[in-house]
């Protein structure tokens, strides 16, 4: 019997209008309802008018993306379409562990912003800045980085998202010395990302302290369906463990390519997407062509993964 697993989109994804349409429905709109009650503010209005520059910060960003993708698998399950490993692109870890039972949608909602309002504080919007380097392995552009590093301009691999694309984070300084380097080393493009921060570098561990303070006073449960964590593309389910893969995971790149492939090695054949767009939908793609995925951030898109559903083994 071949196995599904549901996939959430970090940073990047987010754009104006997102969730509009699964919180059409009254139980999608529960969680705009909840998610602007958690925070003091109206998020809902944010992501359903704008402006994008605001949506894009990261303490914005971050619970948007979350509440998606929470509509989407919720509405998924109550379909009777369910997990056997979820995992998420950074930010959407958070959103995994909504998904297997770990965190409630209320604390999951309120960490994420708290977690976006101490990375924005780590370094602040515009003195950092991650790019995505296409076509260059591992290695040589880790030669790179290192090289940039030591001259005092921080830059570090930070999303080891598929073969032939890998995201650097750090300083904008080193970021755009290092593009100009992995270039001259035979990448074929740096683009830089629309993000408010170097994610997933040292940079970043002022936030990862303040993190762990937040996650101790926060009640995690062991996890019922396994998540694919960040940091060691392996699966946790074990609450204490979770806390501490959260915290090293501000700071530490996100291993997405191992990820995926240790969920294939797992049995899974479907993936779906539940957020935004189609980010992780193309990586996967990328990784292994052989398995299915499906995006969900619509009702077209629900309604297609249902009937899809119907044939599934």
Known sequence: MTKLAFLFPGQGSQKVGMGTELAADESGRQFFETADSMLGFPLSRLMEEGPQEELTVTYNAQPALLTVGAMAADRLIQAGIRPDYTAGHSLGEYTALYASGALTFEDAVRIVHKRGLFMNEAMPA???AMAAILGLDQET????????????????????N????????GTKEGVDAACTRLKEAGAKRALMLDVSGPFHSE???????????VLENTDLHDAAVPVIANVTAEPVT???????????????????EE?????IDAGVTKFIECGPGKVLSGLVRKIDRSVSVWPVYDEETLAAV???AKEWD
Not at 243 to 253: G, H, M, T
């Open 126 to 128: 515009g003195e950092g």
């Open 141 to 160: 552009l880790t030669g790179v980085t290192d090289a940039v590093s030591a001259e005092g301009k921080l830059v570090q691999p930070a999303n080891l």
């Open 162 to 169: 598929c073969p032939g694309q890998i995201v650097i984070s």
């Open 203 to 213: 940079l970043m561990r002022p936030a990862a302290g303040k993190l762990g303070e």
């Open 238 to 256: 074990d609450s204490s463990e979770v806390k501490r893969l959260l915290i090293e995971q501000l700071s530490s790149p996100v291993r997405w």
């Open 259 to 263: 990820s995926v492939r240790t969920m």
């Open 306 to 308: 249902i009937e899809a």
